[in-house]
C-alpha cells in the first residue's frame, strides 16, 4: 500500500480564501477612504459602552428610555464640552506666555553647549538657523526700493513708479466665514458622534439582536447571555479605565501645579488622554511638560522634578495599581496592542492611536463570543493558541525536546509528575494515535515522537515530587521518656521504609506500535519514582523474534501497554505469547487511549486496566503486593486460552 505523503489541510478551498482576503482588503480600504463618518461611529461606540450603564440605572427607576437617553447624553457631552473649553482656554493662555520663555530656553542650550564642550552639532544648527534669517531678511528687503546709485536708472528711461495693490476692507460676512471655517470640521464631527450615540443607546436591544442573527441562531438562549455579558464587561472596562486614567491625569496636573510647571491643567488633560495609548501614551505626555520646565525653571531642579513626577506615577500606575484594578492583562497580547497601535494610526491618524486599544479590544470580545470572528481572538487574545496537550503535541512533531522540558518544568513547580504525564503528555500522545489512525503521520514524524517523549524521560528521571510539609513536633522536652519512645518509633518506620518492597520487576511492553513505546517508556519511569524496579522494551517486543529474547527472570508483572484500542483477538495472542516465556507472572494490559477503564479480568483471565498513568500505576502496585497464591494456576488458565 502506497504510503501517504503528509500534507497542509486547509480549512477553506483556495477560491473561498481568496474572496475572504478580497473582502478583507474592501472593508479595511472602506474604512480608509470613509473614515470621515467610521471614526465618529467608533467613537459613538465606545461612547456609548461608558453611558449604558447609567442609562440602564435610570431605567431601572421607571424613567422612560428617550428621556433617559437625552438626559445621559446632555449630561455626558457637557463634561466632554467643559474639559474641552478648560484645554483651550489653556492653549491659549500658554501661547500668549510662550515668548517670554525663549531667553531662559537659549541660555539653557548655551549652558548643555558649554558642558558639551562646544559640540559641532549645536554649533552647525545654529549657522544653518543664522543662515535661514539672513536669508529671509534679504528676501524682504529685496522688493523695497534702495536710493543708492545702483537702482538710479539713467536719464532717459522713465523712473518706475512703486504701485501697493491693497484688499478691500472685509465685511462682516466675511469675517464670520473666516472665524467659522475652522470650526465646520470638529463641529461636523461632534455632531455626527452626538447623534450616533443617541441612537445606537436607543437602539441598543435592535443591535444586539442582530448580533445574534450574525452569531447564528442556532442556540439564541447562549448567544444573547455571551453578548450581554460581552456588553457588561466592555462598558465595565471602558468605565474603569476612563475614571483611572482620570485619576492619572488629575494627579498630574496636581503635581505640575505644585511644581510651578505652566498651563498644569492643560498637561493633566493631555496625560489623561494619551494614556489610552498604550506603553508609550504616558511618555508622549510628559514631553511638552519637561520642555516646558526646562523653559521656565531658572536651573534644572523644575525639569528633574517634572521628569521624577512622571516616572513614579507611571511606574505606580502601571505597576501596581492597574494589576489590581483591571488585572495583570487587559485581553490583548503584547504584539496584538503593538500592531493594532500601528494599524489604527495608519487608517485614522492620531485619533486612531488613541483608539487602537478599544477598538481592538471590542474585536477579540466579539471573536470570543461569535464562531466565525474566532480568529480575531486567535490572532489578537492573550490566550494561549495552543492548549498545553497541542503544545506538547507540536513539540513532539517538530523534534523538540528542549521546549518540551521547559513546558514540563514550568508545570512541575505546582504539580507532580504523575499529573503532567496524565494531563498534558497523555493527551498529547492520543492526538498523535487519532492522527496516525488517520493516516496523517508518516513513519518520520511518529520516530520524532517518540525519540522527543525518551529525550523527556530521560531529562526528567531524576525528578522527584516536593513532598508536603511535615507538620511540626510537638515539644517534649518536658517529657524525656515520651521523646526516646517516639525517637524509636521514627526509626523503626524509617528502616521499614527503606527495605526494598520487592527484589522482582516489572516489565512495560509496547503493545502495537512505535507510539505504545512512548507510554511504555512513561510508564516505567513513573514506576521508578514509586520505587519499583520497571524496564521499557522496543515496540517490536511481542514479535516472535524479539520475543523469545527478553529478560523475563525475576520479573513479577509484565505490562502490555496500548494508546489504541486492541481487539479482543490482539489481547489473546499477546497472551498467549508471553505465556511461553513466563510461568506465575501476572499480565497487565494498559489501555490509555481512553478517558477511564476499570481494572478487571478478560476472557483470556488477564487483567485489564488504564485511563491513565496513574490509574495504570496504582493498578500495577497493588498487583504486585498480592500474594501469588494462585498465580501458577492462572499462568495454566492463560496458557490453554
Known sequence: MEEKSPQIRLAQPR???????????????????????????????????????FVMRLRVWRIPRTISVLVVVFIG?????????LMVSQATRLAAKLPGYQQTLSDKIESLRGLMGGSRTLEQASTVLKELKTELQNRDTAGRPVDSELTRQPSDKPIPIPVEIRQPDPGALSTFGAIIQPLISPLTTTGIVVIFVVFVLLQREDLRNRLVRLAGSADIQRTTAALDDAGKRLSKLFLTQIAFNAVFGLAIGIGLEFIGVPSAPLWGLVAMILRFVPYIGALISAVFPLILAAAVGSGWQMLILTAALFVVLELLAGQVLEPLIFGHSSGLSPVAIILSASFWTWLWGPVGLVLATPLTICLVVLGRHIDRLKFLDVMLGDRPPLTPPQLAYQRMLAGDPVEAVEQAH?????????????????????????????GHLDEDRINRVVSTVEELVAELEAHHDVAAPEHRSPDLSSSPGAAIALELTSSRDALIQEQPTSTLSVVCIPGAGRLDEATALVLAQLLRNRGMKATAERADALSMSKLLSLELSNTALVCVCYLSQPSAAKIQH??????????????????????????????SNALVTGGSFGATSEAIIQVTSEQPVDAPGRAKATATA
Open 15 to 53: 477560491g473561498t480564501v481568496l474572496t475572504n482576503m478580497a473582502v478583507a482588503a474592501l472593508i479595511i480600504a472602506a474604512l480608509h477612504f470613509g473614515r470621515e463618518i467610521f471614526v465618529p461611529f467608533a467613537l459613538a461606540v465606545l461612547l456609548s459602552f461608558v453611558l449604558a450603564p
Open 77 to 85: 457631552f457637557s463634561i466632554i464640552f467643559s474639559l474641552g473649553g
Open 410 to 438: 514550568e508545570y512541575l513547580n505546582d504539580a507532580s509528575l504523575e499529573s503532567y504525564y496524565d494531563a498534558i503528555l497523555l493527551k498529547g500522545l492520543r492526538l498523535a494515535e487519532a492522527d496516525r489512525q488517520l
Open 574 to 603: 499477546a497472551v498467549r505469547g508471553l505465556s511461553r516465556r513466563i510461568d506465575g507472572t501476572r499480565i497487565l494490559f494498559a489501555l490509555l487511549g481512553t478517558e477511564a477503564v476499570e481494572p478487571a479480568e478478560n476472557a
